[in-house]
Protein backbone atom coordinates (compact mmCIF):
# COMPACT_ATOMS: atom_id res chain seq x y z
CA UNK A 1 0.00 0.00 0.00
CA UNK A 2 1.40 3.50 -0.70
CA UNK A 3 1.80 5.36 2.45
CA UNK A 4 -0.93 8.55 1.57
CA UNK A 5 1.71 11.15 3.45
CA UNK A 6 3.78 10.54 0.93
CA UNK A 7 1.74 11.89 -1.74
CA UNK A 8 1.24 15.56 -3.09
CA UNK A 9 -1.30 16.93 -5.76
CA UNK A 10 -0.39 18.33 -8.70
CA UNK A 11 -1.92 20.06 -12.12
CA UNK A 12 -0.37 20.44 -15.39
CA UNK A 13 -1.02 23.66 -16.61
CA UNK A 14 -0.58 24.48 -20.05
CA UNK A 15 2.03 22.33 -20.58
CA UNK A 16 3.17 23.12 -16.52
CA UNK A 17 3.29 21.42 -13.66
CA UNK A 18 2.17 22.78 -10.71
CA UNK A 19 1.27 22.53 -6.80
CA UNK A 20 -1.73 24.34 -5.02
CA UNK A 21 0.92 25.61 -2.60
CA UNK A 22 4.65 24.41 -1.17
CA UNK A 23 3.75 21.65 1.25
CA UNK A 24 7.04 22.88 2.99
CA UNK A 25 6.80 26.48 3.25
CA UNK A 26 3.51 26.96 1.92
CA UNK A 27 3.94 29.02 -0.83
CA UNK A 28 1.01 29.78 -3.31
CA UNK A 29 1.24 28.14 -7.08
CA UNK A 30 4.45 26.76 -7.41
CA UNK A 31 5.66 26.19 -10.51
CA UNK A 32 7.63 22.77 -10.80
CA UNK A 33 11.16 22.41 -12.70
CA UNK A 34 9.46 19.20 -14.32
CA UNK A 35 7.45 18.69 -17.17
CA UNK A 36 4.66 16.72 -18.17
CA UNK A 37 7.57 14.04 -20.24
CA UNK A 38 9.05 13.54 -17.07
CA UNK A 39 6.41 12.45 -15.57
CA UNK A 40 6.26 9.49 -17.69
CA UNK A 41 9.66 8.43 -17.20
CA UNK A 42 8.83 8.46 -13.30
CA UNK A 43 5.92 5.91 -13.63
CA UNK A 44 8.45 3.79 -15.63
CA UNK A 45 10.64 3.83 -12.70
CA UNK A 46 13.33 6.44 -12.96
CA UNK A 47 13.61 8.85 -10.02
CA UNK A 48 13.65 12.61 -10.32
CA UNK A 49 15.10 15.06 -7.73
CA UNK A 50 12.61 17.63 -7.60
CA UNK A 51 14.07 21.00 -6.28
CA UNK A 52 11.12 23.42 -5.25
CA UNK A 53 11.90 26.75 -6.25
CA UNK A 54 10.28 28.35 -3.57
CA UNK A 55 12.64 27.27 -0.23
CA UNK A 56 15.14 25.04 -1.73
CA UNK A 57 13.45 21.18 -0.48
CA UNK A 58 14.53 18.86 -2.74
CA UNK A 59 12.55 15.60 -1.85
CA UNK A 60 12.91 12.95 -4.93
CA UNK A 61 9.98 11.90 -6.77
CA UNK A 62 9.88 7.91 -7.15
CA UNK A 63 6.19 7.48 -8.35
CA UNK A 64 3.39 9.76 -9.83
CA UNK A 65 -0.07 9.14 -10.95
CA UNK A 66 -2.43 11.37 -12.93
CA UNK A 67 -3.17 13.57 -9.97
CA UNK A 68 -0.37 12.83 -6.96
CA UNK A 69 3.19 12.90 -7.12
CA UNK A 70 5.36 9.83 -4.58
CA UNK A 71 8.00 11.64 -2.78
CA UNK A 72 10.94 9.33 -0.68
CA UNK A 73 9.76 11.55 2.51
CA UNK A 74 6.77 12.51 4.34
CA UNK A 75 4.99 15.75 3.07
CA UNK A 76 2.04 15.73 4.87
Do not use: A
Not at 34 to 59: A, D, I, N, Y
Amino acid sequence: MIPFNHTWPYDIIQGDIYVQYCPFCNSDNVLLPMKPKELKSVREGKKKLLVFPCCHTSPVVIDSDSDYLLFDRPVR
